[in-house]
Antibody, heavy 120, light 108 residues
Framework: QVRFVQSGAELKKPGASVKVSCKASGDTFTIYAIHWVRQAPGQRPEWMGWINAANGKTKYSPNFQGRVTLSRDTSASTAFMELTSLRSEDTAIYFC?????????????WGQGTLVTVSS | EIVLTQSPGTLSLSPGERATLSCRASQSLNNNYLAWYQQKPGQAPRLLIHGAASRATGIPDRFSGSGSGTDFTLTISRLEPEDFAVYYCQQYGSSPRTFGQGTKVEIK
């Protein structure tokens, strides 16, 4: 079964960009759709979008359209989430997640999360 | 965008008691594509239920899901100490996927 290990915590200034990585192991990377979910302190999770690891096709939540870019490097079995024009409200834990259950769309495999703090 | 509303916000119960959590959708969910997650502090959400009523692998049978259309329920038949956590519902039949605001199950 696939497992995800994400990159470490980031501290960014307002207006900057951040790029978080999600490295897969334990299974063939390209069979998965990699989703990104963020969770601000004390708030509900928020879905950001997903990338098809096989062909790189993406779909973004309208709430992030234009500010988020999902990409992947199949040779490194790694997915990336880049968020630009950061503001304090983007302070959150960012998770990658995927679906391994056949005919389901629920996220049963998650990375450990990456804390992104936006502060001047 | 489908809005999910969970109730109650907080449930104060004792170990051994039954917990009933509700999730209401602003519109009917395609194919009952509704999941329930458990989250503890500092951890990623853990999938409990998918397809409204199917337990994920390794989830104890004290957890059960039911409902269809716009109204869904997560029931924990007898609370164990490790069940005190925050629970979220999520719909995945419509884009963007959305989560409810959560129900905290705390020790009374």
């Amino acid at each position: 079964q696939v497992r995800f290990v994400q990159s470490g915590a980031e501290l960014k200034k307002p207006g900057a960009s951040v790029k978080v990585s999600c490295k897969a192991s334990g299974d063939t990377f390209t069979i998965y759709a990699i989703h990104w979910v963020r969770q601000a302190p004390g708030q509900r999770p928020e879905w950001m979008g997903w990338i098809n690891a096989a062909n790189g096709k993406t779909k973004y939540s309208p709430n992030f359209q234009g500010r988020v870019t999902l990409s992947r490097d199949t040779s490194a079995s790694t997915a990336f989430m880049e968020l630009t024009s950061l503001r304090s409200e983007d302070t959150a834990i960012y998770f990658c997640a995927t679906i391994s259950i056949s005919f389901s769309g629920a996220f049963d495999i998650w990375g450990q999360g990456t804390l992104v703090t936006v502060s001047s | 965008e489908i809005v999910l509303t969970q109730s109650p916000g907080t449930l104060s119960l004792s170990p051994g008691e039954r917990a009933t959590l509700s999730c209401r959708a602003s519109q009917s969910l395609n194919n009952n594509y509704l999941a329930w997650y458990q989250q503890k502090p500092g951890q990623a959400p853990r999938l409990l239920i998918h397809g409204a009523a199917s337990r994920a692998t390794g989830i104890p049978d004290r957890f059960s899901g039911s409902g269809s259309g716009t109204d869904f329920t997560l029931t924990i038949s007898r609370l164990e100490p490790e069940d005190f956590a925050v629970y979220y519902c999520q719909q995945y039949g419509s884009s963007p996927r959305t989560f409810g605001q959560g129900t905290k199950v705390e020790i009374k």
